[in-house]
């Protein structure tokens, strides 16, 4: 895992040296172990390292045997032993054991065809001297970032916004209807970033650059396909996936450095845990849990119980490691939204860099269980939607809307973990129209809330539809299933856009590491071609890996619900930081400079503090946009 940065030039650029080297120092965090830069007069190259692989001999960017291929890869390439024994057969020669180096001799192979032959997560870049192109790329989910701008005939490149502020060329003109859908979704869709002309390279894509013309091409490699489902037994598909799983596991644990697992006590990562364990033999397996005084976002009981188990199966082979945190301290948020470098709103960022720290303390890698949720259908909402649709079969529109919308109105809006706040807000979505039913899931900020909230800086996105962001993705999608089909629109907005890149900015904001072997690609597109009822079974999340894991799981991991890495937004913003939010809300460019209608943030302040109504979600992605233009402006 480290940090990359670039500056193609179209004609040579006589401070390029100088603009890589604070490019690159930027990124010092992603990749504390070591530095290097190469220059030319068509291209400089920037890379932190943090050496996980082959520490003594592994530095970059790296060449081939005579310097006329340059790369600087952010991440790993799970296959390059292979990868490696088929290019030494052929004749390539290695200096080191790396798999930065397979990536050099690939393409000398492939060119750009050698893309879809790796198996990993990466951001990389790669420039070949002769042909005068350089070509960028990024894994098929998505797990490592990568944002370009174009700066007249000049690409520039890196791996977090604050290495791209660092050139003079960034164009800092804020895109409104992108910062409009943050308040959506809490995340900034790709390929848009918060700037009308900075952009995120996709999942899956490839981009190449021409030096000759100054021309860019982009086009993806990898599409994932729910359209063919294998005619395979329920328990033969069980047994696969347990030997898809425990390979993924396998590959991920490939290190030279010390390594673990978090261990939340949930049902994913227990099972990377447990599986973990057992593939290191005799080695010790460290897995690391925090835990918060509030109980209702507490998880440690059961991830006691887990490791509890887990040391039955294998006796004494698992460290389990335990912190109470304090997740309220303001200055995390500060600290996590800079290096964010665009709003970003989803909350779980703060225990995710949390235990990530503690981790880093011991481990330079850790295994984690992001995407389960998504490849298995594990979120409640799935159910909800099914239940919905049953409901419309039933139940004509004009019933069914104002008799739900009129019903949620009765209960009280106390918040989201509880009774009342779920039941409301189920009831919310049942009287929708099924068509914006799954986006309504994700609205936190309404269009008639817009209306009242947007100031004339914002009045163009009032025209812009957050919609869209769901809409324009529907032609692409494959699964059969109408649910199965949501599951694959998260796969695609959702994981690629929220949850991955909250695991790795905040976990490379404590220089550690983490892999998800859920995301291996032969389990993604394995999980993709079960049927959906193996996945989904009436009530039954994530049915299939609750059946291959099954010796594995405790009964109260197996049969606790679904908790997410969640922290108490809405109590912190009435308590714990109720003078620093409100200072970051009303002492900001949001009101001064006309985003923002200062009376309609005031009468949505004092609701909430009064406890009439929970806006927590609406706050929390307002006050992240604050912070965000405080910053920008203080960046001019």
Not at 55 to 80: C, F, H, K, W
Not at 252 to 274: H, K, Q, Y
Not at 350 to 356: E, F, K, N, R, W
Request: with cysteine; aromatic share 10%; net charge negative.
């Amino acid at each position: 895992m480290c940090g990359i940065a670039g500056i193609i030039n179209h004609h040579a650029d006589p401070d390029a040296e100088k603009k890589i080297r604070d490019m690159n120092w930027s990124l010092a965090h992603r990749g504390p172990d070591g530095s290097g830069i190469f220059t030319n007069e068509e291209v400089a190259f920037g890379h932190r390292r943090l050496a996980i692989i082959d520490p003594a001999r592994g530095g970059q960017p790296m060449t081939n045997e005579d310097g006329s291929i340059i790369v600087i890869l952010n991440g790993e390439i799970y296959n390059y032993r292979e990868l490696r024994r088929e290019l030494l057969a052929r004749g390539h020669v290695f200096k080191s054991d790396s798999d930065t180096e397979v990536l050099v001799h690939l393409y000398e192979e492939l060119g750009s065809e050698c893309v879809a032959m790796l198996d990993g997560m990466f951001a990389f870049a790669i420039y070949n001297q002769r042909s005068h192109r350089v070509l960028l790329a990024r894994d098929r989910m998505g797990k490592k970032p990568l944002l370009y701008f174009m700066n007249g005939d000049t690409l520039v490149f890196a791996s977090e916004f604050q290495a791209l502020r660092q050139h003079p060329g960034m164009p800092r003109e804020l895109d409104m209807n992108a910062l409009s859908d943050f308040l959506s979704f809490h995340y900034i869709a790709s390929p848009n970033t918060a700037y009308r002309n900075v952009r995120k390279l996709p999942p899956a894509h490839q981009l190449e650059f021409r030096l000759t013309d100054g021309t860019v091409s982009i086009r993806g490699y990898w599409h994932l396909d729910y359209s063919l489902k294998n005619e395979i037994s329920f328990e033969d598909a069980a047994h696969e996936l347990r030997s898809l799983m425990e390979k993924a596991v396998e590959k991920r644990l490939m290190s030279d450095v010390p390594s673990g697992v978090f261990l939340s006590g949930g049902i994913d990562s227990t099972i990377v845990t447990a599986l973990t364990t057992r593939l290191r033999g005799d080695a010790e397996t460290e897995a690391f849990t925090i835990g918060f005084a509030d109980s209702a976002y507490d998880e440690r009981h059961y991830a006691r119980i887990a490791a509890q188990f887990i040391n039955k199966l294998h006796p004494g082979k698992l460290k389990h490691f335990e912190s109470e945190v304090d997740a309220s301290d303001f200055s995390l948020l500060e600290k996590l939204a800079a290096h964010f470098g665009e709003p970003f709103g989803d909350a779980s960022m703060i225990p995710t860099y949390l235990v990530s720290r503690f981790a880093g303390e011991r481990i330079r890698m850790a295994l984690g269980g992001d995407g389960a949720d998504e490849i298995f259908g594990g979120y409640e909402r799935y159910v909800a939607m099914r239940y919905a649709a049953k409901l419309d079969s039933v139940c004509p529109a004009f019933v069914r809307r104002p008799l739900f919308q009129t019903g949620s109105l009765l209960l009280p809006d106390s918040g989201e973990r509880t009774v009342s706040g779920r039941s409301r807000r189920m009831l919310q979505l049942l009287g929708c129209p099924p068509e914006l039913r799954y986006f309504k899931v994700f609205d936190h900020a309404p269009q008639e809330c817009k209306r009242r909230l947007f100031g004339e800086r914002f009045r163009t996105a009032l025209a812009h539809d957050s919609s869209e962001i769901f809409a324009q993705r529907l032609w692409e999608l494959t699964a059969p299933d109408p649910v199965e089909r949501l599951a694959e629109l998260d796969v695609h907005t959702y994981l690629a856009n929220d949850i991955l890149p909250k695991v790795d900015i905040s976990s490379m904001a404590a220089s550690l590491e983490v892999r998800s072997p859920f995301l291996d690609r032969e389990v993604v597109e394995f999980a993709a071609k079960l049927p959906q009822e193996y996945k989904l079974s009436g009530r039954r999340r994530k049915h299939i890996l609750r059946a291959a894991f099954a010796d594995l799981l405790p009964p109260e991991v197996e049969r606790r619900p679904k908790k997410g890495f969640g922290v108490p937004v809405a109590r912190w913003l009435r308590r714990d930081w109720r003078n620093l939010a409100r200072e970051a809300l009303f002492d900001s460019p949001l009101t001064r400079d006309g985003f923002c209608n200062e009376k309609e943030l005031e009468r949505l302040w004092e609701e909430h503090q009064s406890e009439r109504r929970d806006h927590s979600y609406l706050l929390w992605g307002v006050m992240n946009l604050a912070m965000f233009l405080t910053r920008e402006n203080e960046s001019h």
